[in-house]
């Protein structure tokens, strides 16, 4: 008689052992169909090991089903996994063979500037999240990453340079221009000397570039002969800002000297110290020189600055502020192309822009702000004046602005509006002939300004066939929305054909399927209603069966 153990033993034994499960599948004698459903049956079974946290098991799968069938869904699912993993370069492999398939895809750039970043590719991380960030502006992940790359390069700068810097972005600029407006408003007060330390976190990230009266207009600054008397009204702290100076840079020689350094090596040293300390001296003369209201001066400072270090993205916020101040808005590109989640740029430009009453540039700026840190009440504040201006400039009949849209196939095309006033400002544009870039303009401007007639306009003068190509860089949930919202509204019922001509393209613009994810529940109604509305009409353009089919590719 067998014990219990042996009994155990022995049934064991007499189990099947549980097969491995192979990375590949055997698809001899398999049609393409049945094919694409085992293919599509493996990949969930990958997205089920993903979910329960078995990122080994989900490769697998996933693996199985690109044997059968090559699919961008399950490449880009194997590279999470594999970042899940920490297999960079094998999750850089997914993500290339992704983007051979369907280049621009948002995810598989998110993913393989993950992959860059972990390897060490700062530079090729950084490429590919300002391609995300050229397909959605507004893409939060990508906007994140970068921030944090940003920083991160940041502290790697300063460790390597050796050198204890508190303000290497210069907000000084700021706290000096808060300090000239306190000066300005209280000038019984004028002979009281002012001190004040300038830090990052005290200075803020906007400083009060928005009190200063005429920041973006026209104004008078203080005479440059009166600026050597108000240099050093403001002094800043010496821990924040101190240049080397002459006897720091001899005694540093010295010590150079005494260990051993070759004289190569000895006048590299001396050349890249004597860069740095003429860069610093001229960017706290720039400072001091802002604080005085000499921006002229300061902007040959800054100028000089930029002439040392070229790359140097704070100089060009700091520059780009006297700019706003001289009526010259030009600094804030260069820097944002720098640094693409530069708030401060963002906000300058924004305050240009306003000074150029191109009011859908400065909410644009603003927006992104708000994006990248909603706590900035500045751009909060003035998102709302702007807002208001617009619609102020919009409901006034003496300035309002209308772009006409002008229809090469009508005779009516310079039909009068006769609720415009004699000297309301026209805009004729002809979007037969406009490019991707004038298209957006006209479009950006009527979708900040809720304007669904512009919209409809433009819709109206637009080929069908030629509209997935003009709307594909700034297609969003919200400007589809609002597209929909015109056509159902303006267009449908004089212009049924053509509505549907336009959805029926509109569904080959790349993306628009992530995008109607993004769609509203009023968006979707809105939709729902136009088909209602189509299925209604007779026509020999479209049947209904027609109708249900684009339906279906929608809703």
Not at 125 to 137: F, M, N, Q, T
Not at 334 to 342: H, M, R, V, Y
Not at 423 to 428: F, H, I, K, P, R
Request: aromatic fraction near 4%.
């Amino acid at each position: 008689m067998l014990c219990a153990y042996c009994r155990n033993t022995r049934h064991a034994s007499l189990r099947p052992a549980v097969p491995e499960i192979t990375a590949t599948i055997n698809s001899t004698g398999l049609t393409a169909q049945e094919k694409d459903v085992l293919a599509r049956r493996e990949k969930d079974k990958g997205n089920g090991a993903f979910r329960s946290g078995d990122y080994e098991e989900a490769v697998v799968y996933y693996s199985r089903s690109l044997s059968l069938a090559p699919s961008v869904a399950a490449l880009n699912n194997r590279a999470q996994a594999h970042i899940r993993l920490q297999h960079w370069s094998t999750a850089l492999s997914d993500c290339d063979a992704v983007l051979q398939l369907e280049p621009g895809n948002v995810k598989a750039l998110l993913r393989r500037a993950t992959a860059h970043k972990h390897l060490g590719h700062q530079q090729h991380s950084h490429a590919d999240l300002r391609a995300v960030l050229l397909i959605e502006p507004h893409n939060a992940t990508a906007l994140k990453l970068l921030m944090e790359e940003t920083e991160s390069d940041g502290h790697q700068e300063t460790r390597r340079t050796g050198r204890k810097i508190l303000i290497q972005e210069v907000d000084e600029d700021d706290e000096c221009l808060r300090n000239e407006r306190e000066r300005e408003t209280d000038a019984q007060d004028e002979g009281r000397e002012e001190k004040r330390e300038v830090s990052g976190e005290e200075s803020g990230i906007m400083g009060n570039a928005l009190k200063m009266p005429g920041c973006a207009n026209t104004e008078t600054d203080a005479p440059t002969n009166d600026c050597s008397s108000r240099r050093d009204v403001t002094r800043v702290d010496a821990h924040n800002e101190a240049p080397p100076t002459g006897h720091t840079h001899q005694r540093s020689e010295g010590h150079r000297g005494a260990s051993g350094e070759t004289l190569t090596e000895r006048h590299t040293h001396n050349h890249s110290e004597h860069t740095t300390a003429e860069f610093e001296l001229l960017k706290h003369d720039g400072n001091a020189l802002v604080r005085s209201g000499c921006y002229q001066e300061a902007v040959d400072r800054y100028t000089g600055c930029l002439q040392l270090k070229p790359h140097e993205c704070a100089v060009y916020t700091n520059r780009a502020l006297c700019y706003i101040k001289l009526q010259r808005f030009t600094d804030c590109d260069s820097a944002l192309q720098l640094q693409p989640t530069n708030k401060k740029a963002f906000y300058r430009r924004a305050l240009a822009n306003k000074g150029l009453k191109d009011y859908a540039a400065c909410r644009s700026d603003l927006q992104q702000v708000l994006c990248l840190d909603a706590s900035v009440t500045e751009a909060e504040q003035l998102l709302m004046e702007v807002t208001q201006l617009m619609t102020d400039s919009r409901g006034s009949s003496g300035t309002r602005r209308t772009v006409t849209i002008t229809e090469v196939d009508d005779d009516d095309d310079d039909e009068d509006d006769e609720d415009e006033g004699s000297d309301a400002v026209v805009s004729s544009v002809s979007v037969r002939s406009c490019d991707v870039f004038e298209f957006g303009q006209v479009l950006g401007s009527a979708v900040s300004g809720g304007d669904l007639l512009t919209c409809a306009e433009l819709l109206r003068s637009v080929a069908p066939e030629r509209l997935p190509r003009l709307i594909s860089t700034q297609l969003d949930g919200h400007t589809l929305g609002f597209i929909i919202r015109a056509l159902n509204t303006h267009l449908l019922h004089t212009h049924p054909e053509l509505v549907f001509l336009h959805l029926q393209q509109l569904h080959t613009a790349h993306r628009l399927t992530m995008v109607l994810m993004m769609l509203s529940g009023e968006d979707h109604t809105q939709l729902s209603q136009i088909f209602q509305k189509l299925h209604a009409v007779q026509t020999e353009a479209f049947s209904q069966s027609d109708v249900s089919n684009l339906a279906n590719k929608y809703l």
